[in-house]
């Protein structure tokens, strides 16, 4: 009788720990900003963003650029690459994850026939593991392939000066060549003429990691070759 006595109270004592575990579990969820920010929906907090590329964007869109500030900086790419109808739908200070939340308005919502990627480099700066990026980035070609939009993904490029930083871009675009070649994908290797053993050509670059006007004209002829080619 004692022994079922102190079993049932030792029972009720663990209850108790295990109850009060989870209250402070969760009070310490709501307090994390993280927590919070998973809330929100991604759309308002990039409203002001998406309204920016909207504006800017042709009315009849064939081709979208989405990428980082690389990409946005790029400014009007239809100057650059002779054409009516492309949308520069890149986003300073973007990760890939950040990006997937412009799919559905500056992207799926047009209906291109193609869209050119070029992104992970702030993922990698805010120490995001590579694989994690990687998934995230496949989701995206996943979702462009899903609907009926043809990727053409562009290397992440390396940063001048940076070695540790640049392993990590290496073994991302080795993920995602070998994604691309699996799906039949168009992957472009930008640093094959634009970076050197010390990584992006200063030439080409402004500090380091974005691009001088040099560095764009470079890479809007190498996409001028790959737009020729392509099936319309």
Request: aromatic letters at 10%; glycine letters at 8%; one cysteine or more.
């Amino acid at each position: 009788m004692k022994n079922t006595f102190i079993i049932s109270v030792l029972f009720n004592l663990i209850l108790a720990v295990l109850l009060i575990t989870a209250l402070l579990y969760q009070f310490r969820k709501e307090e994390d900003p993280v927590a919070k920010i998973s809330k929100f929906e991604p759309q308002k907090l990039s409203a002001k963003r998406i309204e920016r590329i909207m504006i800017q964007s042709p009315q009849n869109v064939s081709i979208v650029m989405l990428g980082n500030s690389i990409t946005e900086y790029g400014g009007d790419w239809n100057a650059r690459l002779g054409r009516t109808d492309i949308r520069n739908s890149g986003q300073g200070g973007y990760t890939t994850g950040q990006l997937a939340w412009l799919l559905d308005s500056c992207v799926l919502n047009t209906r291109p026939k193609y869209c050119f990627t070029l992104a992970g480099i702030n993922d990698i700066s805010l120490g995001i593991p590579v694989d994690r990026i990687f998934f995230t980035y496949q989701t995206i070609l996943d979702t462009l392939l899903a609907n009926d939009i043809q990727p053409i993904v562009q290397s992440t490029l390396f940063q001048t000066g940076n070695p540790s930083g640049n392993r990590k871009v290496s073994y991302l675009n080795y993920l995602l060549k070998d994604y691309c070649t699996g799906k039949n994908i168009a992957f472009i290797d930008l640093n094959q003429f634009m970076t050197d053993a010390n990584g992006l050509i200063p030439e080409y670059s402004t500090d380091g990691t974005h691009l001088s006007e040099r560095g764009y004209d470079l890479w809007s002829e190498k996409l001028k070759q790959v737009i020729s080619g392509l099936s319309w």
